[in-house]
């Protein structure tokens, strides 16, 4: 099975067509990913709760209420987690007794309870119930909170209070958890955790893994077909880690293994039976809501899976259009800004004008703890993606995605279209090729083309298609014109071959100042 999508719909009957549009499309973005296995083979459990200690049992809700236990006997604390919060914002408990945890968790999002003084955290998946229990010893106020990330900045933090809570709170709460993939990484969804939550803050990266980009995204072929039909797509959510830049990994969150995820395409008034895998060896749910669905959420509200979980849901593509589609698991933002997103293009029942060559673009901001351009496994930064500064602003998902030998490649004569998206989170696009002129740019994947555009504005979370036709041979450089972030990475390169027209351009006296840098 192809991690992508599987648009079976689209091979139908016209086999011809197919390999018509792979040939044309042959040295466009067409090679997809190397299958990757589903996971490890094992079944993950979902999230058993973790055994209950002999003389457990939760007493009946006054959670915040310090429960005095008789010598040896544990202390009971009761939280209940919701989507997206605790039900208390301060726990009592006495020194020097162990306290036993229950966390019922009444969401569909896995969470945690985690303390780091001491390290103790137990998980609960979504409708689970985790139990475990730590000994507090010394007085005093301690931070507790779910370090899913995100979960502890959306709210879900509070106060431990031991004793009389008058002595000073330890050292500094280190950095969040959720700022360190590597930890993530190995964590098994739903299990309980008894190692200790991060000790130390980790200023630094840890060094970059043996790892190469990620995959170039799938582009769709076009529809090809007069008559509505069901057509099945499926996606599995990644994460990966893969370079950003030269020696500066991450670990992304994807749909299908890119960035951008796997381009959907279908025709106005096909039923798309939409089905979203969470691979068992993520971390965190993910969901999908795409914005070419009208219906809750564009899908997000029936399928938030924990991973290893399905969820399917069926819509109809009422409207043509070029639309992006995102994870919308909280915090949203976070895995807007770990890489998910991807475009579904909706085509009008007659298909869109015949072109020679098509290519899919995402640009996306990313945020990562530590210096600009310091080198290794960055982790995700939510101050810096809060405010809005990103480290690198990026087409494909990482510097160099389009040019070198992945440059877009045309001939002299050709027409040529760029389905353009902007995952975001937060940067919208003003996007130019430097060079030409959009002959046609369809702002905002609008159904009337607007003609001769020299830059067309892309919002966060929309997306574009431009057409143009080529007459001179050389490099064009796709670019957001917020020429700032060319220095963060959103750089493109079109390589046309192919007879100059020096009607159309001729140097007549070529200055020697130096190469414009772009
Ligand atoms: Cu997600």
Redesign the pocket.
């Known amino acids: 099975m192809r991690p992508g999508v599987i648009v079976a719909g689209l091979i139908g009957s016209v086999l011809i067509g197919v390999t018509f549009w792979l040939a044309l499309f042959g040295l466009v973005q067409l090679n997809r990913p190397a299958p990757m296995p589903m996971g490890p083979g094992v079944a993950v459990a979902p999230a058993p709760a973790p055994p209950a200690p002999a003389q457990a049992q939760a007493p009946p809700a006054p959670a915040q209420a310090q429960a005095p236990a008789a010598p040896g006997q544990a202390q009971q604390i009761k939280l209940v987690a919701t989507d997206i919060k605790f039900d208390q914002k301060e726990i009592k408990v006495a020194a020097g007794q162990p306290v036993e945890v229950t966390l019922e968790n009444k969401g569909v999002l896995e969470h945690d309870f985690t303390i780091q003084n001491p390290a103790f955290q137990i998980k609960a998946a979504g409708g689970q119930t985790a139990r475990g229990t730590f000994t507090p010893t010394k007085e005093g106020t301690y931070d507790f909170f779910c370090s899913i990330p995100g979960h502890r900045e959306a709210g879900m933090a509070g106060k431990l209070i031991v004793g009389s809570g008058g002595a000073a709170q330890p050292a500094p709460a280190p950095a969040p958890m959720p700022a360190m993939p590597g930890m993530q990484h190995d964590q098994m969804p739903g299990m309980q955790q008894s190692q200790p939550p991060a000790a130390a803050p980790a200023p630094t990266a840890a060094p970059a893994p043996n790892v190469g980009r990620l995959p170039a995204p799938q582009i769709a072929p076009p529809v090809d077909r007069t008559t509505p039909a069901v057509v099945p797509v499926e996606i599995e959510?990644k994460e990966v880690t893969a370079l950003m830049d030269d020696g500066v990994a991450y670990r992304f969150?994807t749909f299908g293994g890119t960035v951008p995820g796997p381009m959907i395409r279908v025709r106005q008034g096909d039923t798309v039976d939409l089905k979203i895998k969470n691979s068992p060896d993520d971390t965190v749910t993910?969901?999908i809501d795409l914005h070419a669905v009208t219906g809750p959420g564009g899908g997000a509200k029936v399928t938030q899976v924990a991973p290893g979980e399905t969820a399917e849901f069926r819509f109809e593509a009422l409207n043509p259009g070029v639309y992006i589609y995102h994870?919308a698991?909280p915090m949203v933002a976070h895995?807007i800004a770990n890489g998910?997103y991807g475009m579904i293009v909706v085509e009008p029942p007659e298909g869109l004008a015949k072109v020679d060559r098509e290519y899919y673009v995402m640009q996306g901001d990313f945020y990562l703890q530590g210096a600009q351009g310091e080198k290794g496994l960055r982790s995700f930064s939510v101050e810096k993606m809060l405010d809005e500064r990103p480290d690198y602003v990026l087409f494909n998902g990482s510097v160099g995605s389009l040019s070198g030998d992945n440059a877009l490649k045309a001939k002299v004569g050709e027409t040529v279209r760029i389905f353009f998206g902007v995952g975001g989170p937060n940067v919208t696009s003003s996007f130019h090729v430097i060079g030409e002129i959009l002959d046609r740019v369809y702002p905002e994947g609008a159904s009337e083309p607007q003609t001769n555009v020299q830059t067309t504005l892309v919002p966060a979370g929309g997306a574009t298609m431009v057409e143009f036709k080529l007459q001179i041979p050389g490099s064009y450089m796709l670019v957001d014109h917020s020429l700032g972030r060319l220095q963060k990475g959103a750089a493109g390169v079109l390589q046309v071959e192919g007879e100059a027209d020096p009607d159309v351009f001729q140097p007549l006296q070529v200055g020697h100042g130096g190469d414009p840098g772009h």
Do not use: L, V
């Open positions: 959510t969150w993910h969901s994870c698991t895995h998910m």
